[in-house]
C-alpha cells in the first residue's frame, strides 16, 4: 500500500523522510539532533487590563556540531506547503538562537 505524500503531516514528513535521511546523511540522533525545540513561550500581549501570551516558537530540529553548539536549524512544512514556505520562519529562529544555518 502506497502512501500519497500530500496526506501526511508536518510530524509524518519528519519521521518518514527527515529523521532518516539525517540518520543516513551521519548526524546522531541521540547526541546532535534536538526534534521540536520550544525555546520561546511566546510574547507577552498587554491590552487594558488583560494578559496573553503570542504563540510559542518550536523549531523542528536543531542539528548541533557538539553538546550546546547549535549549528543549524531544519524548518519542515507538509506537502501542502510550497517548497521554501518554512525559510523565512526559520530565518527567524536562526537569528533567535544565534544559529549560523538555516533549512
Known sequence: ???NKTDLSERDICTQYI???LQHAGW???TQVREEVTFTKGRVIVRGKLVSRGQTKRADYILSHKPNLPL??????DNAQRIGAGMQQAL???EAL???FCL
Do not use: F
Not at 543549524?72 to 512544512?77: D, F, L, Y
Open 1 to 3: 500500500m502506497s502512501t
Open 19 to 21: 529523521t532518516p535521511a
Open 28 to 30: 546522531d540522533l541521540y
Open 72 to 77: 543549524a536549524i531544519i524548518e519542515a512544512k
Open 92 to 94: 527567524g529562529y536562526a
Open 98 to 100: 544565534d544559529i549560523p
